[in-house]
């Protein structure tokens, strides 16, 4: 079968899907999405003061990336700009709470690899009612749903290539059919209820309120598999983004 024909059987299959929001449920066109996002790839602009992760800057002052923030804050965009996914609250505002606490940094954007110390000194900063609990449970979701399916190298959803020259971005997806997509949800569903169950209920049960819920996680994994699966195999697999980098920091 060749990639044009899979491609097709796969889009077929994505045109029946529901894409779901926090506030609302809607199945919309792909025109209508394609449309909507080469848009807002006209005008893209980054600049380091305010499209900064949490953990580091997108773009080196070079212009050149840094890994794997790019590939978040790209989908970022993109989510943001198909207007059916909100992530929330852009990394770099999730420590900036009204707590008045400075919130140390997990260094990692990996859950697992988190020290302990760090879940402690949480927990601490919760008794005492010096953290801000909605960020809290924001910074949770970020680190068991967004990044195992944006940024984690093991559990990414498609792979790119970023070309600096030529503002390119390749996407190059690592499930291509429905049955791809379905074991890859049920791997990202595994691998929360492992954590929620082994880890969290385990080590740090103070932290459980802060987590969703497992039902709850699995379908946040669904619409968000979903949504960029749609999204993105409606754009060409090789498409040029013109972004103007803006790396000064002050």
């Excluded at 959803?157 to 503002?167: H, L």
Aim: proline letters at 4%; a positive charge; hydrophobic letters at 35%.
């Amino acid at each position: 079968m060749s990639n044009e024909t899979r491609m097709k059987k796969l889009l077929l299959f994505l045109t029946a899907l529901t894409i779901t929001t926090s506030t609302a449920t809607a199945v919309v066109s792909c025109s209508t999405i394609d449309v909507r996002i080469r848009q807002s790839f006209a005008s893209w602009s980054y600049t380091s003061k305010t499209d900064q992760p949490i953990f580091g800057e997108v773009f080196n002052t070079d212009k050149t990336i840094n890994e794997p923030y790019f590939s978040y804050w790209f989908i970022q965009q993109v989510l943001t700009s198909s207007g059916h996914m909100n992530t929330d609250k852009p990394w770099n505002q999730l420590l900036n709470n009204n707590s008045g606490i400075a919130w140390p940094y997990p260094n990692t954007t990996n859950i697992e690899e988190i020290d302990s110390n760090w879940f402690y000194y949480t927990i601490n900063t919760i008794q005492t009612g010096k953290i801000n609990i909605t960020d809290l449970k924001t910074f949770f979701i970020y680190m068991t749903i967004y990044n195992p399916i944006m940024i984690l190298e093991n559990s990414q959803i498609f792979k790119y290539q970023y070309s600096r020259e030529k503002s390119a971005i390749k996407i190059e997806y690592l499930y291509k059919t429905t049955n791809d997509i379905e074991k890859y949800i049920e791997t990202i569903n595994s691998k929360y209820t492992t954590f929620y169950k082994e880890t969290v209920e385990v080590k740090y049960l103070k932290l459980v309120p802060y987590f969703l819920p497992i039902e709850e996680a699995k379908q946040r994994i669904k619409n968000l598999v979903n949504t960029l699966i749609r999204i993105l195999t409606i754009m060409s697999p090789t498409f040029v983004v013109t972004l103007n980098v803006n790396t000064n920091r002050y």
